[in-house]
């Protein structure tokens, strides 16, 4: 059974950086394309990022391009994803979801079967 951890949230001042962690257990790392997603107070839960199986390709939300980058280390089982010039519209609770499949491509805002508990990141002004 594949479990999913983030790490990395926090209270943060706007124009600072993150980068959030997310372990994977339970499975074969590399099997699983891996997204990020956030859900605002108040709001649906959106797409960020996804990163294929061997982490060669990305894709982001078009509105969230350019100060997100999603990476991953198939040896450590971790995805991450860097975040950076935060501001308080970046408020969430960000969560990463993995995508058991065969594709090499990264992956779209479907599919997801496993999902974590999430990290709070809170950007004052």
């Known amino acids: 059974q594949v479990q999913l951890a983030e790490s990395g949230g926090g209270l943060v001042k706007s124009g600072d950086s993150l980068r959030l962690s997310c372990v994977l257990s339970?499975?074969?790392?590399?099997?699983?394309?891996m997204g990020w997603f956030r859900q605002a107070p108040g709001k649906e839960r959106e797409f960020v990022a996804g990163i294929s199986r061997n982490g060669r390709d990305t894709n982001y939300a078009d509105s969230l391009k350019g100060r997100f980058t999603i990476s991953r280390d198939n040896v450590k089982k971790t995805v991450y994803l860097q975040i950076s010039t935060l501001n308080p519209e970046d408020t969430a609770v960000y969560y990463c979801?993995?995508?058991?499949?065969?594709?090499?491509?990264?992956?779209?805002?479907?599919?997801?079967?496993?999902w974590g508990q999430g990290t709070q990141v809170t950007v004052s002004s």
């Open positions: 979801a993995s995508k058991f499949t065969f594709s090499s491509f990264a992956p779209n805002t479907r599919g997801y079967g496993d």
């Open positions: 339970g499975g074969t790392f590399s099997n699983y394309a």
